[in-house]
């Protein structure tokens, strides 16, 4: 691509990128169709409000007022500046490295201030894949740091090179994508500011201003140029101004010029806002409009506002906005009265059926009581039937044994078995109540052909020894016996007294005889 076919490409691209350097701050159309605008611009030097040209959907607006705010929408905080340093072995350069020294060892005091951020790096020419030599691994934020990081710098060595040029704009573009990359937030203003004497880059013919122009303003970095002259051919002042940034010549400013602009940096950042009103000529229809301002032939600003409806307007009017308040109000008053008739309806009718759901509750609850009363009774009754049936046929089969079954304690008292159910422990109402604190209330029982709480005989005519839960157990024959809730799990054979079976309650032993 030639380099006239690049710069009508940047006339093109520039409107486009000069949407980015811009922003709406607020629009006011309650006076519509007087509209308002309030927008930043990010220009130092400002716009020609007088060549400013005026568009509202295409069409030229003549009648309208364009004035510079003295406050801006937003204020930044802090500054991040890449500072880049040509040098090469070329004799002519070493005075621009002392000057640029020189420079620092005056200013980096004053342009340091707090919050900033600087990172230093010189270019001459492209070595492998990059031009630009960074000086540290971290951002400087102490002009002292920053000044002896700059004293220090040396000249390259010859390297057998006959050209005397520097790769100015492939150092440039290094120089955006390095800052485009930084992470920062909104109130801090990124820049580049560039030290040299060159005016091209003669043997790079692939890298021009153009590129650098494009790239900076996409990626929203200015570059300020400090010139250290040495040809007349130099163009990077169109670089400079085309990316917002300032330019300055070195051989007729002071150092407190350099010092003014590098603290300016930021609020050349936040830019300028202006206000910007007109008298719209379109109707109202609540369509969104666009406007553009026309700043100069390479640099326009687009955005949109949104313009009321005809309702909207048309309530600016008094007696249209009166006569629709009043028709609001008994509209409002004639459906709240609608609706308090429409809920009082409804409650009665909720009420009302809420009573007749209570009452078929009722009923129904009445009927399930009298049902679950009788045949809690009817059940009552076949269990108490089924009780005097089995006590009967029990008491029955104990009285046939051929002789009383007896216990024999360990000082020689005996005990018979008078009952099929023979209970033992310290409380009364056991069969055998014996006063001994190794027993519990109630220790354990000696059950006729049957187990605790069933109503079936076996028809074995055996005794079953059941510990009832004691605390210290039953032992039968050394064995502990089951208890009565674990006695469905086993087998009966473990609880079967058999004749001279020896029991253990506590401390108390018997010998059971059948």
């Known amino acids: 691509m030639s380099v006239n076919v690049r710069f009508l490409f940047l006339i093109v691209l520039l409107p486009f990128i000069g949407l980015g350097q811009s922003a709406l701050k607020q629009s006011n159309v309650d006076q519509f169709p007087d509209v308002e605008f309030v927008f930043n611009h990010r220009n130092p030097i400002g716009i020609d409000t007088n060549a400013v040209q005026f568009f509202e959907n295409g069409q030229l607006i003549k009648n309208y007022k364009l004035v510079r705010q003295n406050d801006v929408h937003a204020t930044i ?81 010859v390297d057998g090179r006959t050209h005397k040029s520097t790769e100015i704009y492939s150092a440039l573009r290094e120089g955006v994508d390095f800052m485009a990359k930084q992470s920062t937030d909104s109130l801090t203003a990124k820049s580049i ?10 043997f790079n ?23 250290y002259p040495y040809s007349d051919k130099y163009d990077l002042k169109d670089v400079a101004q085309a990316s917002l940034g300032r330019h300055l010549d070195m051989k007729s400013n002071s150092d407190e010029a350099v010092s003014n602009i590098i603290n300016g940096i930021k609020k050349d950042y936040q830019g300028v806002d202006y206000q910007l009103s007109f008298e719209s000529s379109i109707a109202p229809s609540e369509d969104f409009r666009t406007i553009q301002v026309q700043l100069s032939k390479d640099d326009k600003i687009e955005f949109k ?63 399930e009581q009298r049902q679950a ?27 046939k044994l051929p002789r009383v079954p007896k216990l024999v304690a360990q000082n020689g008292d005996v005990f018979e078995i008078l009952h099929p159910v023979f209970t033992i422990g310290r409380a009364d109402s056991n069969s055998l109540q014996i006063n ?36 210290n157990g039953t032992l039968l024959n050394n ?10 799990r086993e087998s009966e054979a473990e609880i079967l007294l058999k004749n001279n079976d020896l029991i253990q309650m506590g401390e108390l032993t018997f010998t059971f005889i059948d």
């Open 193 to 202: 500011i560039l030290f040299s004497s060159e005016f091209n880059n003669i």
């Open 436 to 471: 001994n604190s190794t027993l519990s209330k109630q220790h354990a029982g000696i059950y006729f052909d049957h187990f605790p709480g069933k109503t079936d005989l076996m028809n074995h005519r055996s005794f079953y020894l059941v510990d009832l839960d004691s605390t």
């Open 77 to 157: 905080s802090k500054k991040q500046v890449l500072v880049l340093i040509e040098n090469s072995y070329w004799p002519r350069f070493e005075e621009q490295l002392k000057e640029v020294k020189r420079l620092w060892n005056e200013i980096s005091k004053d342009v340091v201030q707090e919050n900033d951020a600087f990172q230093i790096a010189t270019f001459d020419w492209t070595r492998g894949e990059k031009t630009l030599n960074f000086l540290s691994q971290e951002w400087l934020n102490d002009g002292a740091e920053l000044n002896s990081v700059i004293q220090n710098i040396q000249k390259p060595k």
């Open 205 to 227: 013919n692939s890298q021009t201003k153009t590129d650098v122009i494009i790239e900076a303003r996409q990626a929203d970095i200015p570059i300020y140029a400090f010139r």
């Open 373 to 399: 009363a009788a045949l809690e009774r009817e059940r009552l009754n076949k269990l108490n039937e089924e009780k005097i049936l089995f006590d009967t046929k029990l008491n029955t089969a104990f009285k």
């Open 305 to 367: 506002y949104q313009a009321p409806s005809r309702i909207s307007y048309l309530w600016k009017n008094p007696a249209y906005r009166y006569g629709g308040i009043i028709s609001l109000v008994l509209l409002l008053v004639i459906i709240v009265w609608s609706v308090m008739l429409f809920r009082k309806k409804k409650q009665k009718e909720k009420e009302e059926f809420k009573i007749a759901q209570d009452e078929t509750r009722r009923k129904v609850e009445e009927s």
């Open 479 to 488: 064995k502990r016996v089951l208890t009565n809730s674990d006695l469905f």
